[in-house]
């Protein structure tokens, strides 16, 4: 029995751990680059659910929302940047807090004008929503096979984008030091436009795969943003490799926090004790490991910045 | 303008705000204007941290939602003793100040935004985890605090209790800024390494700076709990601190008044669009118009609203 809970709950991790991965990438080139809080960057999230949930509803197929989601994603994402981010990146850092939070509000708003107050249902793709047996004789749902599946998929190939192609190299350049790669002549605003406009889709991209798991409703981007920020600072700012780790060590801890510190402490404690520390011991577990990060390597586990 | 003449304004406008929410039998206000007082002792507390000594905590609803809780929680054992259970509130909120400042003042920058955010977090699901005070649903005062002689709950007393308080805090504030105390953590926000270098112990000034934040915010914590004789673990939620932390922001950083201002124009605004007829059946909409207006005082008025109104730049 604990062989097989033990096999599910580190799927779920990893699920959850990929789709972590996906909010942080970006969020981590953002700040990365141009030294920008961004947010909003949870309000991408929202919307590429949203927009994935009502586009699927209309033509009827999932696999052909994905990527219309994701392109109208990158477009709103583009235009937010171009209209207003683009104003801040030379503000102090609590002017950003300020005026994305103040997006925050226009887009939860923005959300609730358009699709109401109920939060939609997204279904997941037909052929995916019944379980699978896994090698071993576990029963495990395949749509989460599937979310882990496009996870593993977007992580080789952004690993490739940013490590092999020029592209990634003026990345990396940017987020280790964004001085000199100007005065060596990158393009840098038009290279944060593409980065901004990649990060959209990948809000998109995990607001799609998670919809049909989580409720597509307003205010699913703020808790969601609180732990890709747990992630970027845990992996350290500025770096892909720390977001992929930061996300499946967040990923990680929390899932297994939750479901084995009950059982662990059901063991330990009078029964009392353990149903009241459990839960919360669980919820805590990932700051813990935040704060013991920061204390031990105060620039996170892979600082871009040399 | 003069100073003590704007100061004696706003004193003045204070005072006889209740009278006149009397006389137009808009009793409401008296309890609205109140909660506005509350939140500006809290803002002007994270302030001191935040404005004058360049420590952008991201966990004061911490401290403020602990001062909420020890009265809460004495409240439920039977203390209700102003004399007992504010001091006891003062003094947990600086001792939990105490113990986070001493670690997350070790790092810096974004990264000490989070490490307080970390903290705040811990202490908010240790307080949901006391089913014993009542964990997820929170915990109803049986009444607000005694001790004084008259009854508070009474909203008159009770207003003109947390003016006097505010009013209290932000002279102390004023003469803390004023000293030497002041112009070091000012001197260690400008240039820490130089403050370092003239020979003061820079973490011990921050850390007081901290403790002393989180034991004004204590303060305004124990004020709250009995603003709504309820104390619930939403006090202590992220969004808690980020809200202050929008309400310094907007007010002006490192500007005297702008926790106090950032307080009333905040919880003005969302009353205005969100309580008032204003936008009929709109209203339900108010955080779309809250949002654009915060948008337009980043672009138009770069140090917040006190800042926009003072003479000389910062």
Known sequence: ?306 | MNKVLTTGIILGVAIVFPLVMHVLDQAFYISFATRILIYAMAAASLNLVLGYGGMVSFGHAAFFGAGAYIVGILAFEGVTSLWVSWPAAIAVAALAALAIGAISLRTRGVYFIMITLAFAQMMYYVFVSMKAYGGDDGLSLPSRSTGLGISLSNDFAWYYLVLALLMIILYLLHRLLASRFGRVIEAIRENETRATAVGYPVFRYKLLCFVISGAIAGLAGALIANQTSYVGPALLHWVQSGTLMIMVILGGVGRFWGGPVGAVVLLALEELFSGSPLLGPYSLHWQLPVGIILLAVVMFAPQGIAGAFAKKPQ
């Open chain 1, 1 to 306: 029995m604990t062989g097989i809970l033990f096999l599910e709950q580190s799927l779920n991790s990893l699920q959850f751990g990929l789709m972590l991965f996906l909010l942080a990438a970006g969020l981590t080139l953002v700040f990365g680059i141009m030294d920008m809080i961004n947010l909003a960057h949870g309000s991408l999230y929202m919307i590429g659910a949203y927009l994935m949930a009502s586009i699927a509803q209309a033509t009827g197929s999932f696999w052909m929302a994905l990527p219309l989601a994701l392109i109208a994603t990158a477009i709103v994402g583009v235009l937010l940047e171009i209209s207003l981010l683009r104003r801040l990146y030379e503000r102090d850092h609590l002017t950003q807090v300020l005026a994305t939070f103040a997006v925050i509000l226009i887009a939860n708003e923005g959300v609730r004008i358009i699709w109401g107050n109920q939060s939609l249902m997204l279904n997941a793709p037909a052929g995916l929503t019944g379980p699978v047996t896994l090698p071993g004789g576990m029963q495990y749902a395949s749509y989460r096979l599937a979310i882990i599946a496009v996870g593993v998929a977007v992580a080789v190939l952004l690993y490739l984008l940013v490590t092999k192609t020029r592209m990634g190299m003026l990345v990396r350049a940017g987020a280790s030091n964004r001085e000199m790669a100007i005065a060596m002549g990158v393009n840098i605003r038009r290279l944060f436009t593409i980065v901004f406009a990649t990060g959209a889709a990948l809000c998109a991209l995990a607001g799609a795969m998670l919809g049909p798991i989580l409720a597509v409703q307003v205010g699913m981007g703020e808790n969601i943003l609180i732990l890709a920020f747990v992630v970027i600072v845990i992996g350290g700012i500025g770096s892909i490799r720390g977001a992929l780790v930061g996300a499946l060590l967040v990923g990680l801890v929390d899932t297994m926090g939750r479901a084995l510190l009950p059982i662990a402490f059901a063991k330990m404690f009078p029964p009392q004790v353990a149903s009241n520390l459990g839960p919360a011991l669980s919820s805590i577990l990932i700051y813990v490991l935040m704060a013991a990060v920061l204390f031990f390597r105060p620039q996170g586990l892979f600082p871009a910045r040399g």
